[in-house]
């Protein structure tokens, strides 16, 4: 019997199902997962599901009649422990054998651990899973005392959320601005100036030391000997590719798992899609590990067309978002190589847009209560448009006329 198995219980693994019904395939589906729980949106955990807005039940990507439908095997709660390429099994935890034809790694990622004294004490927490969000909430209150370490995407909703329940948040941020990695200059600005007004106490250029249970409590020594008091803490310091299953089983691996423009690795019949894998992106013309739902989405169905057969290859423009308080941050294309910012709008209103060029040429845009400049801007970026900066920064201008 032919057979399709997918590693890894995620917004990848729920499309690849979908689409492989879509395209025809008749075959086995059988989805392994490491949580005893169906497939489940992850980015509102930090946001809706933290703060109650929305219910467990609402996380799901697909009810469990969808698997039935689609006549998927389940074994979730199962961890995977190797990749037999020679015979095509996978060894699972327990010692039972699972054959496969196709073989689809949607592995993810995990939290980069906090390398100092102290990181293994209870109420140290990292949030990754909805079982973590659980265990945060329980051990805040009103009035606790958060300390978050990392302002990055993950650190800065959560910090949203928390000052809105009622804790008292501190962040700890080792680099000189929040969200460096990812955005300018201007809009990490931005971020600290709301986050200030909220409330949120952001520290920058700090570190922490180590981590000390006392009689009084938890508390943070910080690298310039501050001591500072805590009830519960996030460390959100980024994530590491799962690729150690592929990576024992002889396949290329580098940030991710490597995989070809129809998401296939080294060996053909293994496929790696989401967050774990490295693709060239051809925009760009380099290769990148994406960390977001619309690259899972859209690599599981060309993971899913190339299984049945059909002609489809990935070269979709990367995009992200992120909710805090009452600004929604939409972002088109990669800004890492940027030469120049040209901004549009009132930061102050809360509504602005931050374009960003190399030579001339539109290749990024982080677009805050802005959805026209977002969605415009995404297929200014794919033609490669050279807009004029002062008709770019012009909100008269609108940028249908760059098209």
């Given at each position: ?35 005893p ?15 109650g ?16 439908k ?30 496969y ?17 102290g ?61 460096a ?38 508390q ?72 977001s739902v ?7 169905k ?102």
């Amino acid at each position: 019997m032919t057979s399709v198995v997918i590693v890894g219980a995620s917004h990848a693994a729920a499309e690849t199902i979908s689409s492989l019904r879509k395209f025809g395939w008749q075959g086995d589906i059988t989805l392994i997962g490491d949580e005893p729980v169906l497939p489940y949106q992850r980015p509102p955990l930090s946001k809706g599901y933290y703060k109650g807005d929305v219910e467990a039940e609402k996380l799901l990507i697909r009810p469990n009649s969808f698997y039935e439908k689609n006549k998927v095997t389940l074994m979730l709660g199962i961890r995977v422990e190797s990749i037999n390429r020679n015979d095509k099994t996978l060894s699972l935890k327990g010692g039972q054998q699972l054959a496969y034809q196709h073989l689809i790694l949607a592995t993810g990622t995990r939290a980069r651990k906090l390398p100092i004294q102290g990181a293994d004490l209870a109420n140290i927490n990292y949030l990754r899973t909805k079982q973590d969000v659980d265990s945060i909430k329980r051990q805040l209150k009103e009035g606790s005392r958060l300390l978050i370490v990392g302002a990055g995407y993950i650190g800065l909703e959560v910090a949203a959320s928390a000052v809105k329940q009622g804790s008292k948040v501190i962040v700890f941020e080792a680099m000189d601005r929040v969200l460096a990695r990812v955005t300018s200059p201007q809009v990490s600005e931005f971020y600290q100036r709301i986050h200030k007004e909220e409330g949120v106490d952001i520290r920058l250029n700090a570190a922490l030391q180590k981590f000390e249970q006392t009689d009084s409590g938890l508390q943070a020594i910080s690298a310039d000997g501050e001591i500072i008091p805590f009830d519960c803490a996030i460390v959100g310091i980024g994530v590491v590719p799962n690729i150690e299953l592929a990576d024992e089983a002889g396949l290329s691996c580098d940030n991710g798992i490597m995989v070809n423009q129809f998401t296939q690795t080294d060996d053909s019949s293994i496929y790696a899609i989401g967050d774990c894998s490295n693709h060239h992106n051809f925009l760009y013309d380099r290769r990148i590990r994406l960390e977001s739902v619309p690259n899972a989405v859209e690599q599981a169905k060309v993971a899913a067309a190339t299984i049945c057969g059909k002609e489809m290859i990935y070269d979709q423009l990367p995009w992200f978002w992120s909710d805090q308080y009452d600004v929604k941050l939409q972002t088109a294309g990669l800004l890492q190589e940027h030469d120049q910012v040209v901004t549009r709008g009132d930061a102050n209103s809360r509504k602005f847009a931050a374009f960003y060029l190399k030579g001339g040429v539109l290749i990024a845009v982080d677009a805050l209560n802005s959805p026209a400049e977002f969605m415009l801007s995404k297929k200014l970026i794919q033609q490669k448009i050279s807009p004029t900066p002062a008709m770019l920064s012009d909100p008269k201008v609108s940028l249908k006329e760059f098209l």
